[in-house]
């Protein structure tokens, strides 16, 4: 696939210099709008301007959504009006809102005073909704029918208005105040009989969405209904848009790439890894690292508070990384496990002692289970094969011992934090490996010393 992708370029640059423009033409309509803009955005800037304006011009708009923002940017800054005008009059709406929202506020204002009144106060509108909520992302190109039309109307109205329209595929049923009623397909309106009426053919139960609902809420709803479009109403149920599949796959894109980011102590970034800057990178990871390296602190204080133990008892000193990490994996095991079933809604707050039941009788497993294994390490290897005396049977007890309890004690902390920050309002991906391995870390050595001085009667 890469050497076909390289092929391509240098033959478009090698066409392009030539100034064979009947044959890029002729390549690039061939092409997906999406591997067109791949294409272009590999490609050297000053190629841009020229390529694109060998392209149709619904082609053109369908290639340039697919763009990432600088090479828009740098589109648009070589436009005239008129170019400008021909790309805007030619997105959906939605896909015009988007554009708005990466472009600097120069480009802004000249992108507004190109499209037609209104679609701009479309763009206004929509603009209004809280950001990631289903009424900032949803398009207002639908097209609708009433419930008294009959199927020959509804084909009129079809063919009419359809064009323009982000899917015709499903139509929607209102009524004079735009109140939705239901839904139709196209499919039953082409197999139902001219004379029908068009209330007689519709599905009058809709699954919709509000304006002001979360937009990976919202996107759920699509996997949970196996749908292809939503409506999206207001407090009044009244149809103001809808979203199409399309727009939620890049929306659930988009939260999966965030809660990775933060899970990984990352600032989330909407701009790709090689096009973020050195200082934007530095500065999306410095606060976490920093926040986590203050409270890493705590593990210190409680090792420099046992010196006096560890003194006396050295070989203690060479079992607390494995202590530490294995309560660290094990508290990311149920944190990530817990943070993706409530990302999928499988789990509530209302279940947490089902999940923190299921997840101390999985612990208590694991645990022993390592001990065991861990205790036959220590006597076979640590003691015989490698000859440490130091490492008796009452220290291979404290190790094992603190074992199960540091695995216990993650799995609570793992299954919680996500859970309780869900509760709170909080992104559980918060809540995810740098801050509960933090946390397991300073309770796994406060355990093992606990158990070593009563123990080992240090």
């Known amino acids: ?184 397909t196209i499919r039953a309106i082409i197999l139902s009989e001219d004379d029908e009426a068009i209330d007689h053919i519709m599905n009058e139960n809709v699954i919709s969405v509000g304006t002001l609902t979360d937009q990976e809420d919202a996107s759920a709803v699509f996997a949970k209904y196996d749908l292809t479009v939503v409506p999206v109403v207001d407090n009044e149920n009244r149809l103001v848009g809808i979203i199409t599949v399309d727009d939620a796959l890049d929306v659930l894109e988009t939260e999966a790439t965030e809660d990775i980011e933060i899970m990984g102590g990352i600032t989330p970034s909407d701009k790709p890894y090689l096009k973020t800057s050195i200082w934007e990178t530095f500065k999306a990871r410095f606060p976490w690292l920093l926040l986590l390296m203050i409270s890493a602190t705590f593990t210190g204080q409680i090792i420099s508070n046992f010196e006096n133990a560890l003194a006396a008892a050295a070989v203690l000193t060479a079992y607390i990384p494995m202590l530490m990490d294995t309560g660290g994996n094990s508290g990311s095991q149920a944190s990530v496990t817990v943070i993706r079933g409530i990302s999928l809604n499988d789990i509530e707050f209302g279940d947490y002692f089902k999940v923190l039941w299921k997840e101390i009788r999985v612990a208590v497993i694991c645990g022993l289970a390592l001990a065991a294994a861990n205790f036959v390490k220590l006597m076979l290897v640590d003691r015989m094969l490698f000859h440490n005396p130091e490492v008796t049977v009452t220290v291979a007890a404290v190790i094992c011992i603190t074992l199960v309890c540091t695995v216990l004690c993650a799995k609570v902390v793992g299954c919680t934090l996500p859970m309780l920050a869900e509760k709170l309002g909080f992104d559980p991906a918060v809540m995810s490996s740098p801050f509960i391995t933090t946390i397991v870390d300073a309770l796994s050595l406060l355990i093992y010393f606990r158990f070593a001085v009563a123990i080992l009667k240090l």
Not at 51 to 66: G, I, M, S
Not at 94 to 116: F, G, H, K, S, T
Not at 119 to 130: A, E, F, G, M, S
Request: glycine residues 2%; aromatic residues 6%.
């Open 1 to 184: 696939m890469a050497e076909r992708s390289v092929s391509l370029e240098d033959t478009i640059v090698a066409l392009a210099e030539q100034k064979k423009y009947t044959t890029l033409r002729d390549i690039l309509v061939t092409m997906n709008p999406a591997d067109t803009a791949a294409l272009f955005d590999e490609l050297d800037e000053h190629l841009l301007p020229l390529l694109f304006r060998l392209l149709p011009k619904d082609e053109a708009a369908e290639t340039f959504v697919e763009m990432d923002p600088d090479s828009q940017e740098l589109l648009i800054r070589g436009f005239s009006d008129s170019e400008l005008k021909e790309v805007v009059d030619e997105l959906y709406v939605d896909d015009a809102v988007d554009l708005v929202e990466e472009m600097p506020a120069n480009v802004v204002r000249r992108i507004l005073r190109q499209a037609d009144p209104e679609t701009r106060k479309l763009i206004n509108n929509i603009l209004q909704y809280p950001d990631d909520s289903a009424g900032s992302w949803m398009t207002t190109e639908f097209v609708d029918l009433r419930p008294t039309m009959t199927v020959a109307d509804a084909v009129k109205r079809i063919r009419r208005t359809g064009t323009d329209k982000e899917t015709i595929n499903i139509c929607y049923v209102i009524d004079e105040g735009r109140h939705l009623l239901g839904t139709v």
